[in-house]
């Protein structure tokens, strides 16, 4: 049973759950901006630019996941940018619940040569100080969510590489 756990990012069903997942959460934080009228912080626009990376990551990891070197890049990139979102969620929850001292700023932090608040304003233009995140359900805010799912995702992916390196023992 635990070795088919292991064999999980080998196929390719895995890293489309997770490109599937990234593009949810995108299409949540659109449908909440866009329909509901919740402008994002600087902060909801950093936890979505690590989304639209565990995108890139799972595409690349359709696409090589047949390959021994190509499956433990991936699981790594994808422990970096789950590790990521845990560190920008645990801010935002912290600024929300008044444990983290400090306010955002409407500037989005982006380099210029990586200004995608720029080149794509419609998903990654700041609009507001942060303070709170919206309720999802059951008075769960985003950012409780956001925090549980990316502790789950270093849970995995931590399991996974270990499985990785025991079964390959590299």
């Known amino acids: 049973m635990l070795s088919k756990f292991w064999r999980l990012p080998e196929t390719g069903a895995y890293w489309l759950v997770f490109l599937l997942l990234g593009l949810a959460m995108e299409g949540v934080a659109l449908f909440y901006q866009y329909k509901l009228d919740y402008a994002p912080c600087v902060i909801c626009i950093h936890i979505r630019i690590w989304t639209a990376a565990l995108i890139l990551v799972a595409i690349s990891g359709l696409l090589v996941h047949k390959s021994r070197i190509g499956i433990l890049t991936s699981q790594l990139l994808m422990l970096v940018v789950s590790i990521g979102l845990l560190e ?37 233009e700041v609009m507001e100080p942060c303070g709170y995140t919206p309720e999802l359900l059951f008075g769960i805010t985003m950012a409780e969510a956001l925090l549980v799912f990316s502790v789950s995702m270093i849970l995995v992916h931590l399991l996974l590489l270990t499985g990785f390196f025991l079964k390959n023992k590299m």
């Open 88 to 124: 920008r969620s645990w801010l935002l929850l912290g600024i929300e619940r008044g444990f983290v001292e400090g306010s955002c700023s409407m500037d989005s932090g982006l380099p210029s040569w990586f200004a995608l608040d720029k080149w794509w304003p419609t998903v990654f």
